[in-house]
């Protein structure tokens, strides 16, 4: 894993243990504060309560097996091979518990994929996906608030809405990124209420929603409830605006630190210094207003014409909208929109596929500082495979089989174009593997020109940001250009 034997940090598996650590031996009120048996600058809580509290949990059963796990301030970068073991099960039991299940059981509830063979089939290249298998791994993450948020999809898809308000609202409180999907839960339920009828059942939903919602962040936030300065230091810690606009991976050596995160802001800064010529302050507020034009138009479309379908794809064109430009970003956030796509790889599984590629390519330069070249290097051709074989992918490419028909229609001289649609969208998909097989072996095998260090990683993060701008344009074309009715059961 990242930062193995290399202190004084040692990695993102120490952040977990001294999580551990801090939650077992010091009182609530001390987990989010600087003190002496608590320093910030070494690892110090910065996701929401229930990270924390599932820490506690971790930290009680490794205190029964070895007491040495969990000791305050001699456990530090404490890697022993029984104790991987046990930082591995616990990872294990959480996407046994819920990201596992959430990935089957909805797969398993999709109409176009009723029949066994077909549910099988997708759930086996969602749990395929590299990306996540490398990042859990690599950066030692627990994907509870990934499932938890599958969750909340799986229970809106049933009507089951307050039920997927309480599991979002879990989903949120242990990791605060999951701010990236939050815009289209809630425009999907307020339009759920417009269309009921908001002097009648649309009203009782809506305050049933918003109890629900309360209720939820009250159990999670009590022990911080009563005292604000509390709450207020807990938020700084979930939101810390001075680390700036955007930030590579924190284990760069000290002479070697330059930010390779795939979106606009750092594609940009290749030829404008942003963070030279703009205050913090402004970075801030540019970040905020070209995030929230952006994802503007589908938050609308949604709102306006609530779907399921609608949701789904909402979910995706958002998150992408927040990597791309929002306010100080890492590399692996990228699997906030990841996710999203990977429920709806069964209704566009060749765009789906080149997406969940090309984002597994842009953590790159991440999975070589973590030593993971040869996982990447395996994993994700016998994704593309699989993929390949469940959905014949390259057969797929038709403007309808694209979600792109209603928009073609709309053009003007869409005929003679879009006959030859199939064959320019296959053409750009092998260009496309070509150029990530390309870079991917030259980041690997060749060492940069010494005037030009970051040649490789630079490169990764710009093709990965034209990628995912692109992206951005298709998955808003299909949102916006869907018919009100489509795959979508109607709203009583």
Known sequence: FLGAGKPPMYGDYEAQRHWQEITYNLPIRQWYFNTSDNNLLYWGLDYPPLTAYHSFVCAYIAKLINPDWVALHTSRGYESQPHKLFMRTTVFVADLLVYIPAVILYCFSLKE????????????????????????????????????????????????????????????????????HSLPFFCYL??????????????VLLGKLAG?????????????????????????????????????????????????????WCSLSVLIKIKN????????????????LSLLPACIKLTVQPSLRGFKFALVSCALSFFLFSFQVHE???????????????????????????????????????????PYAVTTPAF??????????????????????????????????????????????????SLMGVLSVLSAALPPPQSLPDLFP?????????HFLLFLGYFNVVILWDSKNRGQKKIS
């Open 113 to 180: 994929t009723s029949a066994k063979k077909k549910a099988s089939t997708c759930a086996l290249c969602i749990l395929l996906y590299p990306g996540l298998i490398l990042i859990d791994h690599g950066h030692f993450q627990y994907p509870l608030s990934l499932g938890l948020a599958l969750w909340a999809v799986l229970c809106l898809s049933h009507d089951w809405d307050l039920l997927g308000s309480v599991a979002f609202c879990l989903a949120l409180n242990y990791k605060q990124m999951e701010l990236y």
């Open 384 to 433: 593309l495979a699989v993929c390949l074989a469940s959905f014949s992918i390259l057969e797929k490419t038709s403007a309808e089989d694209l979600q792109l028909k209603a928009f073609s229609l709309s053009l003007k001289g869409y005929v003679s174009w879009f006959k030859s649609f199939p064959r320019i969208v296959r053409s750009l998909f092998l260009l496309s593997l």
């Open 458 to 466: 630079v490169a990764v993060a710009v093709v990965s940001c034209l």
């Open 332 to 374: 692996k956030s990228i699997l906030l929109v990841a996710v999203p796509v990977c429920l709806v790889i069964n209704e566009i599984p060749f765009m789906a596929t080149w997406f969940l590629l090309v984002s597994t390519f842009s953590l790159l330069p991440l999975l070589l500082k973590d030593g993971l070249l040869l």
């Open 277 to 292: 010529v703009i205050s913090p302050r402004t970075q801030l507020k540019l970040s905020f207003a070209v995030t929230f």
């Open 190 to 203: 307020l339009g759920k209420c417009f269309k009921k009828g908001l002097k009648g059942k649309g009203l």
């Open 212 to 264: 629900t919602v309360l209720l939820s962040f009250a159990a999670c936030w009590l022990p911080f409830g009563t005292d604000v300065e509390q709450i207020m230091q807990v938020l700084r810690r979930l939101f810390p605006i001075d680390r700036g606009l955007f930030e590579a991976c924190m284990f760069s050596s000290p002479t070697h630190c330059p930010d390779k995160v795939a979106n606009i």
